[in-house]
């Protein structure tokens, strides 16, 4: 885990280790104290170059000043356009103030966004829509409701941003790009679309995700402390490899 568990330098934490961790407690520790990763397979190359390719595309819309149409046409984006490119790019952190001490360890929250929408809300004030790519096989899958860790994922977007003093929408949106066909003359060309899965990110929807990361973070800094692995999970199959 990267950081000291300082107030300057804390650990980091992250939506997607909170999702390990929920997955198999034992198989997070010994990654994290033991230092023995589950095995892993290789990346989804086709998935990041799309993911690479869109985020340079939503850069070229921004600075034109418009929404793509296929965006504009969804109705959660209603009178909303791209968000300031800044929040896209690197890491955003929880607030301080919302950094989890156990036993004076810290430990920070932080994630990277795949895309943000902005409005001015009926106050005045911009009022942020949290969203993020996902690519799927098909229409089929893109129609499936989201799977619970990406809705865990954009809670938690949703939830950083409201400590840093945002405005956050209570709906979140996945946008799940999926391939289609379209023959032109003799040639194929790979076609994709895409659907809206409305997520809720509303406050109360976060409360129990905070008590999931504070038991993550005091089982890892009790773990670390005495330097000891959990046992062996019976229900994960990847614990059943260990030594």
């Given at each position: 885990m990267?950081?000291?568990g300082?107030?300057?330098?804390?650990?980091?934490?992250?939506?997607?280790?909170l999702?390990r961790?929920?997955?198999?407690s034992?198989?997070?520790i010994?990654?994290?104290?033991?230092?023995?990763k589950?095995?892993?397979?290789?990346?989804a190359?086709?998935?990041?170059?799309?993911?690479?390719?869109l985020?340079r595309?939503?850069e070229?819309?921004?600075?034109?000043?418009?929404?793509?149409?296929?965006?504009?046409?969804?109705?959660?984006?209603?009178?909303?356009?791209?968000?300031?490119?800044?929040?896209?790019?690197?890491?955003q952190?929880?607030?301080?103030?919302q950094y989890?001490?156990?036993n004076?360890?810290?430990?920070?929250?932080?994630?990277?966004?795949?895309?943000l929408?902005?409005?001015?809300?009926?106050?005045?004030?911009?009022?942020?829509?949290?969203?993020?790519y996902?690519?799927?096989?098909g229409?089929?899958?893109?129609?499936?409701?989201?799977?619970p860790a990406?809705v865990?994922?954009?809670?938690?977007?949703?939830?950083?941003?409201?400590?840093q003093?945002?405005?956050?929408?209570d709906?979140?949106?996945?946008?799940?790009?999926?391939?289609?066909?379209?023959?032109?003359v003799?040639?194929?060309?790979?076609?994709?679309?895409?659907?809206?899965d409305?997520?809720?990110v509303?406050?109360?929807?976060?409360?129990?995700?905070l008590?999931?990361l504070?038991s993550?973070?005091?089982?890892?800094?009790?773990?670390?402390?005495s330097g000891?692995?959990?046992?062996?999970?019976?229900?994960?199959?990847?614990?059943?490899?260990?030594?």
């Amino acid at each position: 885990m990267q950081g000291r568990g300082t107030q300057d330098k804390p650990f980091k934490i992250s939506p997607s280790m909170l999702g390990r961790f929920l997955d198999c407690s034992s198989c997070f520790i010994n990654q994290h104290v033991g230092g023995v990763k589950r095995p892993s397979g290789p990346m989804a190359m086709i998935a990041g170059g799309l993911d690479r390719t869109l985020r340079r595309t939503m850069e070229a819309h921004h600075a034109a000043g418009n929404m793509p149409a296929d965006f504009a046409a969804v109705p959660e984006l209603a009178g909303f356009e791209l968000a300031p490119r800044e929040f896209v790019k690197g890491y955003q952190k929880i607030h301080p103030s919302q950094y989890i001490d156990v036993n004076g360890s810290i430990f920070m929250l932080h994630g990277e966004l795949d895309e943000l929408f902005v409005r001015k809300n009926k106050d005045g004030v911009d009022e942020f829509l949290v969203a993020d790519y996902k690519s799927k096989y098909g229409v089929d899958a893109a129609q499936k409701d989201p799977h619970p860790a990406f809705v865990r994922q954009l809670r938690l977007y949703a939830h950083i941003l409201r400590s840093q003093g945002h405005v956050v929408h209570d709906t979140a949106l996945l946008l799940n790009y999926y391939p289609t066909e379209l023959s032109v003359v003799n040639e194929v060309h790979p076609v994709l679309q895409f659907l809206a899965d409305p997520v809720d990110v509303a406050p109360s929807t976060i409360i129990p995700l905070l008590t999931d990361l504070r038991s993550m973070a005091s089982t890892f800094e009790a773990q670390n402390a005495s330097g000891t692995l959990l046992a062996k999970n019976p229900d994960c199959n990847w614990c059943g490899y260990r030594a």
